[in-house]
């Protein structure tokens, strides 16, 4: 009878010719099962790949309950439960699941839990931990009590889910578990849970598990072993995630041919010895000191040590994580045997907009790096596949991943699906670039992220040039947290450069020598005029320099963008205000042209910029000049200042240009906001820029890296504090402390195990990677062709395009803007229909939430391309777009 019940149902346009109308229940759990089982990542559980077979095939067992049976009524198993019924009570399969397992089946399943050397067995407790592993994987832990179950142990479903298993237990025949350690058990749900998930994304997928007929499981055993694993064998190759091999390590040269001498951070990296067990790696140093690279030599040596056998890269912006996909295409190959077709995916909200990635995103036939339908000899192409680059979620499995930090952070997040990431991040060195870039609430997150990470037992790298020595302490002792391990040394060097070992043996703390030709002295010279500023800024851009002015408003970017325009001086803007299409432009733009092999002949000019620019991007002026930021910051914009070796620079000073009030001894409430409004908003503690710009007035000069952590860490003493500014300085403390709460709430809390009581699980309820004072609306800019509303970003003959790539580009249209900046955007009664029309093609929750997602109608105005909205007061506005300024609000004259 087991063989009626159906697990998977297909009808309508989407069913094939000929095909069954559904896929049996127990073929659907062997074909799990069976992915389970020869995904290289099992490995990681600690489980006989038998008892691993038998575990996640119990995944579904929920589905024979007539809740879920009843789904399809076509399908209804009339040979084992009867008549269909058309009353039945309402219930999830998951939680179904977990009913079965923990209560029903107990007795039947009992067997596959064994004692350990002492003796000791497991405890229905024990037993629970590994039951809800399994069963919630439709994105967040279930829960039931015994009462349901009362009534099922002899009801005619109770008795099939006993058969089920019993079957199971013959196919796989497993040995039993030895009674677990509270930590070994602990990682062994977690993983189980991101395990299970994985093996079930792949094996429902239609294309690569073809229905059969009820008659194709009367032999389940020989469907397991004749069907689904050759078919799991060929799924695991399509979807990426074939086993690969990793190299050994032969020097950096291997990674990056164009290093020849390695800088002293590099050495450092290929010489230490690798500590036994998960390890954290914290390298301080100068920006342009080679840390990416360092970090790649010590990532490839924890990998060919068998600490990992893949490598996940996050990064603060998603700017940052397209330029680090590019810098590692041509590297990461040299991290795995020639023989070996690892994935390289780009995993950001915004991944498959970047050209790069969409390029080396194989067809759907692609095998193991191979076509199916043509063969390729290039074995250092770079690939991945289409199923991990459809979503950033799957993007974490690859072997090889980039990033933006958010898609590592939702992996300690209690939201759907986070187990997925989970097992993108297990058996992976995690790499932390800029690790000091987030405000209270993420370094919460970013604290939780490596402990967890420890826990589920993996090694991590973390770099930054501007790391204060409370935020280092935080991190390695949430790292040791994570192995259990809170005593031993205390840190306590201050030198810099600075690398910093983590293991459970204990800490290392090992001073570097700086990067040869790297020692900088800058000159600081702070300036009370904007103007000033700007006339500086002119007259070096007119003297054949490349010049940046960082500023803290996409306002301000555009204000002095215009003003020095008008006075001819030639400008290119860059910040997160035009459409991506736009964007993702200007971003090639300026690497190529400001980047470490920018053209000498078309360097020249002024590149007006948002903190887009600040981190991670390899950009190299001859003149810098910033708005006063934190310090660190500063320090950050500064390192894009003569980064790399050029000859004949036409400005032969080192020097960065503040645009800074006066730091007076006794500053009133709006010393910073009458010169820097919009600096005043966005960096809520006035203290601590007052202290920035009073200790680079006094010292004059930022000194790499002889007195980086002096003024790190006297700018971010926040005991003094000027009686003017207390008051907006207690203000931004008090909401930093809240804002740590809510993060400490939020993150999950491993020791809880995978259960709805260690967070707030709730489906509704939607946990931020960033606690953002402001929300955001996402808008998307449109245009009319030949009566038609489509995406600015269209191409000529997108009207006859298919869906696909107007969805793409629509996408390629969008621009995040602030709500009580525009809430809402003006249609013309006559584009109304449409307009309708138009968000029809647009996904059920895009075109259902027009809070959220605005379509803005542009047509040409006076002053280029305009539209009209409102902003969250309901005022009107004009709202005007352009490719060299991007999206400005104005007030309606």
């Not at 040995?175 to 509270?182: D, E, F, Q, T, Y």
């Not at 700017?319 to 990461?332: G, Q």
């Not at 306002?555 to 963008?561: F, G, Q, R």
């Amino acid at each position: 009878m087991l063989k009626f019940f159906w697990g998977k149902a297909q009808s309508g346009d989407g069913k094939k010719p000929g095909e069954p109308d559904y896929h049996p229940l127990v073929a659907h759990m062997l074909d799990v099962a069976a992915v389970a089982v020869l995904l290289p990542g099992n490995v990681h559980t600690g489980l006989d790949r038998r008892q691993l077979g038998l575990l996640v095939a119990l995944h579904d067992i929920g589905k024979i309950m007539p809740a879920f049976q009843a789904k399809v009524p076509a399908c209804w198993p009339h040979q084992a439960l009867g008549p269909y019924a058309d009353a039945v009570t309402l219930s999830r399969h998951d939680v179904d699941g977990l009913l079965l397992l923990d209560y029903v089946c107990e007795d039947v399943l009992a067997p596959l839990f064994g004692v350990d050397d002492n003796g000791f067995d497991w405890s229905p407790v024990d037993k629970r931990q590994i039951w809800r592993a399994i069963a919630g994987h439709h994105g967040q832990p279930v829960a039931v009590t015994g009462n349901r179950a009362r009534g099922l142990q002899k009801a005619v479903c109770g008795v099939y889910a006993r058969q089920f298993c019993a079957l199971l237990f013959d196919i796989f025949r497993p040995p039993p578990i030895p009674c677990l350690s509270p930590q070994d058990l602990l990682r062994l749900e977690w993983r189980l849970a991101g395990l299970t998930v994985t093996a079930d994304w792949i094996g429902s997928r239609r294309e690569w598990f073809p229905y059969v007929t009820p008659d194709a499981v009367q032999d389940a055993a020989g469907y397991f072993w004749n069907h689904a694993l050759p078919h799991a064998r060929t799924a695991i190759a399509r979807a990426g995630l074939g086993p690969v091999d990793v190299a050994p390590f032969r020097g950096i040269g291997r990674l990056f041919p164009r290093v020849s001498i390695p800088s002293p951070v590099q050495a450092l990296m290929e010489g230490i010895d690798i500590p036994e067990g998960p390890t954290l790696v914290v390298i301080e140093d100068m920006t342009g000191a080679g840390k990416t690279e360092a970090a790649m030599v010590a990532a490839h040596r924890l990998m060919a040590s068998g600490h990992a056998n893949g490598l996940f890269v996050a990064l603060p912006t998603m700017a940052t994580a397209n330029a680090m996909f590019d810098r590692l295409a041509s590297a990461y190959r040299g991290l795995f045997q020639p023989s070996s077709h690892p994935s390289l995916a780009l995993a950001h909200g915004r991944a498959r907009l970047d050209e790069r990635f969409v390029s080396v995103v194989a067809p759907d036939d692609h095998v193991d790096g191979m076509s199916v339908q043509a063969e390729r000899t290039d074995a250092a192409e770079i690939c991945c596949s289409a199923w991990l680059g459809s979503e950033a979620r799957r993007a974490l499995l690859a072997q090889v991943g980039v990033g933006t930090i958010d898609q590592a952070f939702m992996a300690v997040l209690p939201v759907r699906f986070a187990t997925i990431r989970q097992a993108g991040l297990a058996g992976k060195i995690l790499l932390v670039d800029e690790c000091h870039a987030y405000d209270p609430y993420m370094h919460e997150e970013m604290a939780a992220l490596p402990r967890f990470h420890a826990a589920m037992g993996g090694s991590a790298i973390l770099l930054s040039a501007t790391l204060t020595q409370s935020v280092r302490h935080k991190l390695t002792m949430a790292f040791r947290e994570g192995l259990h391990h809170e005593g031993g040394k205390a840190l306590s060097s201050t030198a810099y450069p600075l690398v910093t070992l983590v293991a459970r043996a204990g800490v290392e703390e090992l001073p570097c020598a700086p990067r040869p030709g790297l020692r900088r002295d800058i000159a600081v010279r702070c300036l009370a005029d904007g103007q000033a500023v700007m006339v500086a800024a002119s007259n070096a851009a007119r003297q054949g320099a490349a010049v940046a002015w960082v500023r803290n408003t996409v306002d301000d970017v555009i204000a002095t963008a215009k003003l020095m325009a008008q006075e001819g001086t030639a400008v290119t803007v860059f910040h997160a205000r035009f459409a991506m299409v736009d964007r993702l432009a200007i971003e090639r733009d300026v690497l190529a042209r400001f980047g470490r092999d920018g053209d000498d002949t078309v360097r020249a000019g002024v590149l007006v910029a948002s903190q887009v620019i600040e981190q991670s991007l390899d950009l190299d002026f001859d003149v810098l000049f910033t708005d006063l930021a934190p310090m660190d910051l500063i320090i950050q914009r500064a390192g894009r200042l003569r980064r790399h070796e050029r000859h004949g620079r036409p400005v032969d000073r080192e020097e960065v240009w503040v645009l800074s009030p006066e730091p007076v001894d006794d500053p009133d409430p709006q010393w910073l906001a009458r010169l820097l409004p919009g600096t005043a908003a966005v960096y809520r503690d006035p203290a601590l820029l007052w202290r920035t710009a009073r200790v680079l007035q006094r010292v004059g000069r930022i000194c790499t890296p002889d007195n980086i952590r002096a003024l790190i860490e006297e700018a971010g003493d926040d005991r003094m504090v000027p009686p003017g500014l207390m008051a907006a300085s207690d203000e931004a403390r008090g909401k930093g402390w809240a804002a740590r709460g809510a993060a400490s709430r939020n993150v999950l809390n491993y020791a809880t195990g995978y259960a709805p009581a260690g967070a707030l699980w709730e489906r509704d309820v939607s946990t931020p990677t960033r606690l953002e004072e402001r929300p955001y609306v996402t808008v998307r800019l449109a245009v009319i062709r030949d009566g038609q509303v489509l995406p600015w970003a269209v191409l000529k003959d997108s009207s006859l395009a298919p869906p696909e790539v107007l969805r793409r580009a629509w996408a390629l249209s969008e621009i995040s803007v602030a709500r009580h900046s525009l809430a809402a955007c003006a249609v013309p009664a006559v584009w109304a229909g449409a307009v309708m029309t138009a968000r029809a093609a647009w996904s059920r929750w895009e075109r259902e939430d027009e809070t959220q997602f605005l379509l803005l109608l542009l047509d040409e105005g006076e002053d280029g391309m305009e539209g009209r909205g409102y902003d969250e007061k309901g005022k009107e506005i004009v709202i005007r777009y352009d490719q060299q300024y991007g999206l400005q609000m104005l007030p309606v004259s």
